[in-house]
């Protein structure tokens, strides 16, 4: 049970969910039209960004014993690691900016700086599943961005929940967090993004 919970934490990692958002931006919206070589570019940038930079980042602090492990299992050693994930997110929305991407793409980064922002501080006195923290925000950004097009993608939702039970699961097996540290991730990601959303209006009143 142990190997399975430790492959679905590999899977649903949370540096991996925002390729992974991207990743259905690019394949059920209208960014779909996009050339294929634009899409690989795009989906290379956010990988390079929000994963393979701060991946690197941990791996070495963990070698050169400035963390724990690579789980982040110490709450006060999450500290570096969250400001560098909203370091790397500001980064690919930077990144995505240039590109010319459309406002509801970048407002769903804004989402996600903002649920890190708030672990950041929860953390101080409380830890977070970032797992389901990760899980939520995707499943925020759906729901904004098909509230945004009038679309109704019920079968995303379902998939999203699924990896998101999974994923919660996989830390109460591991003995990462409990319940409600697990509840609380999920619904501070989702609130936060799905908000973001409502920026758009903001933009396209100033615009």
Not at 176 to 191: C, D, E, P, R, S
Request: glycine share 8%; charged share 10%.
């Amino acid at each position: 049970m142990k190997l399975f919970a430790n492959i679905i934490s590999i899977l649903f990692h949370p540096l991996l969910m925002v390729t992974y958002g991207m990743l259905i931006a690019l394949s059920f919206t209208y960014l779909s039209i996009y050339p294929l070589t634009l899409k690989l570019h795009l989906l290379g940038g956010v990988f390079l960004c929000t994963v393979v930079a701060p991946g690197t980042i941990i791996l070495l602090m963990v070698k050169n014993g400035m963390l724990d492990d690579m789980e982040l299992t110490n709450r006060r050693g999450r500290m570096t690691p969250y400001l560098l994930f909203i370091a790397s997110n500001m980064a690919c929305l930077f990144y995505l900016l240039n590109m010319r991407l459309p406002f509801w793409i970048l407002s769903m980064f804004m989402g996600i700086c903002l649920a890190l922002f708030v672990a950041l501080c929860i953390n101080f006195v409380w830890k977070i599943s970032i797992h389901t923290l990760a899980t939520g925000g995707l499943f925020g950004a759906v729901a904004g961005i098909a509230r945004e097009q009038t679309a109704n993608p019920y079968w995303l939702f379902i998939a999203i929940l699924i990896a998101a039970g999974l994923a919660g699961t996989s830390r109460i097996i591991l003995n990462k967090h409990t319940h409600m540290q697990v509840y609380a991730g999920f619904l501070l990601g989702f609130a936060c993004t799905f908000a973001a959303s409502f920026t758009n209006f903001i933009y396209l009143l100033i615009k």
